[in-house]
C-alpha cells in the first residue's frame, strides 16, 4: 500500500507549490558535434575511454532532442508542470569556451525550445553548468584553473543576454560536489582527473568563487531588467547514524553532512560563510600527517567569506537517498589523502529498499531529517528541491517509482506542515530515460520510456507519468487503486 510514514496523513500540497520535471543537456540533446556544438568532456571520456561506462553507450544520440524538444515539450504539457528544468550546453553556445564566437544554432536551439514551452505556460528553469564542460576549457586544467571564474562570468552574461528575457529561474552549478569529487578527485566523471584530496578542492575553490561572479553580475547588470532569480542546486546523500543512540556515531554524521553538504552549502547559506569549520580542520590535519607543507583545502580569505555569502535566492536540493555512519575510522576504499579520508568516518548503503542504482536505496525519512537539517543550519531558506527519483530496469508498469514519489512527497508535507519547512516546489528526476552517466541507459529514471534501439527514439509514458499527471492537476497525492502494485495489494 502506498503508505504513510507519520502519524498525520497529509496529501494536499499548500497554495502556490509548484511540480517541475528536470534533464541535462548531455544526457537528452544527442547532436555531440552537429551545427557548431563543439567536444565536451563527456564527448572525449565516452569516446576515448568507453570502458568506462556501464553499458558502452555514450551521448551522441542519446533521446535526440536537438531534433526532438517538440515532443519532449508535448510530454511535457501532458504531464501538466508547472516548470521544465534543463541545462544549456555550453559547447554548443560558446563552442571556443570563450565568448570570442557565439554559435549561431545554439543560440537558435534554445530560443526555439523556450518558445515551444512559453506556447504551452510552462515555465523553464534552467541550469547553466550541468558537468558538460569544453573540451577546450578543460585542456587548460578546467575546474581546477582559477581563470575559469572569468570564463564562467563571461559564459553566464552571453545566457542572461540572450535569454534572459523568456528565462527568469537560473541555476548555476548542478550538484557541486559531483562536479569536484568525482570528476576532478575520484575519476568517476568526466575529465576523470585523478586527484583525490588535491583538485577537488582547488575544484570547489573556483566554482564557489565563479558562482559568486555570475550571482553578483545577475544582481548588478540583469536582475533590474529581467526580475529574475538565480540559485543552486546542491545534493545530498544524507548521513545518519546506523545506531540513534551511539554518540560517536552522531557526532560523525554530522561531519559528513557538512563535508557532503555543507562543504558547498556553508559558504553561500550561513551568516558565517566560509568552508566548515571542522572540515577546514580534519583536513589541515590530515594534511600535516601526510606530510604537505599547507593543507590541501584552505579557508576563504575575508574578501571571499563575504564576496560568496548570501549569492543564492533560493536552496536547490537535489535528493535521493541516505546512507549510514557505522563508526570512526578510514574507508577501507578511502583513497590517501582523499575527501572520504579526510572524513574520517566508516559509511554503508545497507539500509532501505534496492533501485537499479548501487548508491541509492529508498530512506524517506532521511529526506524529511535533511530538510529539517536545512531549515535549523541555514536560517530556514526557502528552499526548491530540484531533482528527487528513482531509477529501474526499464518497466512500464513502474509502481516502485510511484511508491518511491508517494513516500518521498509525504516527507515534504510531513516537514512542511510539521515542521514548517519552506519548500516551494518540486522536481522529479527525469522527464524520459536518459544517459545515466557512468551507468549509460542501464539505470533509467525517466517518467516516459525512451527505446534506444528503434532510431525514431519513441518516448512511451510509464504508469509513473499517469501518477504526475494526476498529481500536477489535483495538487494531491493520488491514492487510487491504479497506482498501487497488484502483487502488494493480494498479500
Ligand atoms: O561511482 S559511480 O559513478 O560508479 C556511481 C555513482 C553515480 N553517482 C551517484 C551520485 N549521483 C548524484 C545524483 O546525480 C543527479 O541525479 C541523477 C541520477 O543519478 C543524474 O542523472 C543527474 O544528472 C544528477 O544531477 C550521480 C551518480
Redo the contacts with the bound molecule.
Keep these: 500500500a502506498l503508505s504513510q510514514t507519520s502519524s498525520a496523513h497529509y496529501t494536499k500540497f499548500p497554495e502556490g507549490f509548484t511540480f517541475g520535471v528536470?534533464t541535462?543537456a548531455y544526457?537528452i540533446e544527442g547532436a555531440w558535434n552537429v551545427s557548431g556544438k563543439s567536444e565536451n568532456v563527456w564527448d572525449r571520456l565516452t569516446h576515448t575511454r568507453p570502458d568506462m561506462i556501464a553499458d558502452g553507450t555514450n551521448g551522441d544520440i542519446a533521446c535526440d532532442s536537438y531534433n526532438r524538444y517538440r515532443e519532449d515539450v508535448e510530454e511535457l504539457a501532458y504531464l501538466g508542470v508547472d516548470f521544465y528544468r534543463f541545462s544549456l550546453s555550453w559547447a554548443r553556445i560558446l563552442p571556443t569556451g570563450q565568448v570570442n564566437y557565439l554559435n549561431p544554432d545554439g543560440i537558435r536551439y534554445y530560443n526555439d525550445l523556450l518558445e515551444a514551452l512559453e506556447a504551452k505556460n510552462i515555465e523553464p528553469l534552467v541550469t547553466l553548468f550541468?558537468?558538460d564542460l569544453p573540451q577546450s576549457l578543460q585542456d587548460l586544467g578546467g575546474w581546477a584553473n582559477p581563470k575559469m571564474i572569468e570564463y564562467f562570468r563571461d559564459y553566464a552574461d552571453v545566457c542572461f543576454r540572450e535569454f534572459g528575457d523568456k528565462i527568469k529561474s537560473w541555476i548555476t552549478f548542478?550538484?557541486p560536489y559531483?562536479i569536484c569529487e568525482?570528476a576532478y578527485g575520484?575519476e568517476?566523471?568526466a575529465p576523470a582527473v585523478n586527484s583525490h584530496g588535491v583538485g577537488n578542492y582547488l575544484c570547489s575553490d573556483t566554482l564557489l568563487k565563479a558562482h559568486a561572479e555570475v550571482y553578483h553580475l545577475y544582481n548588478d547588470t540583469y536582475r533590474s531588467k529581467q526580475n529574475g532569480k538565480v540559485m543552486i542546486?546542491i545534493?545530498s546523500?544524507w548521513y545518519e547514524p546506523k545506531d540513534p543512540e551511539n554518540a560517536e556515531q552522531v557526532t560523525l554524521a554530522e561531519v559528513a553532512n557538512q563535508f557532503k553538504f555543507g562543504w558547498f552549502a556553508h559558504p553561500i547559506f550561513t551568516e558565517e560563510g566560509g568552508y566548515p569549520s571542522i572540515m577546514v580542520e580534519n583536513v589541515a590535519r590530515q594534511s600535516e600527517a601526510e606530510g604537505y607543507p599547507r593543507p590541501r583545502l584552505e579557508q576563504f580569505d575575508e574578501y571571499w567569506i563575504q564576496r560568496i555569502k548570501g549569492t543564492s535566492d533560493f536552496l536547490g536540493i537535489?535528493h535521493?537517498t541516505t546512507h549510514l555512519i557505522t563508526g570512526a575510522g578510514v574507508d577501507p576504499v578511502a583513497k590517501s589523502p582523499s575527501w572520504l579520508k579526510d572524513i574520517g568516518a566508516l559509511t554503508t548503503m545497507e539500509v532501505g529498499e534496492e533501485s537499479a542504482?548501487?548508491?541509492?536505496r529508498v530512506v524517506p525519512t532521511g529526506f524529511a531529517n535533511l530538510l529539517r537539517w536545512c531549515k535549523s543550519s541555514y536560517n530556514d531558506p526557502p528552499i526548491y528541491i530540484t531533482?528527487n527519483?528513482v531509477?529501474d530496469r526499464g518497466t512500464l508498469q513502474d509502481y516502485k517509482r510511484i511508491q518511491y514519489f508517494n513516500d518521498y512527497l509525504t516527507e515534504i508535507l510531513n516537514v512542511i506542515y510539521e515542521d514548517g519547512v519552506n519548500v516551494l516546489g518540486y522536481t522529479a528526476?527525469?522527464l524520459m530515460d536518459?544517459f545515466?552517466?557512468?551507468?549509460g541507459f542501464s539505470?533509467r529514471?525517466g517518467l516516459y520510456y525512451v527505446d534506444i534501439n528503434d532510431p525514431a527514439l519513441p518516448r512511451t509514458p510509464k504508469l509513473s507519468a499517469e501518477y504526475y499527471r494526476q498529481l500536477t492537476n489535483t495538487r494531491e497525492l493520488p491514492q487510487d487503486d491504479r497506482f498501487k502494485d497488484p502483487a502488494v495489494r493480494k498479500q
Excluded at 542504482?357 to 541509492?360: A, K
Aim: hydrophobic share 30%; glycine share 4%; charged share 35%.
Design positions: 528536470a541535462a544526457q550541468h558537468w548542478n550538484e559531483e568525482d575520484d568517476k566523471k542546486s545534493n546523500i537535489n535521493y542504482s548501487e548508491w541509492l531533482e527519483g531509477s528526476w527525469t536518459n545515466e552517466w557512468r551507468a539505470e529514471f
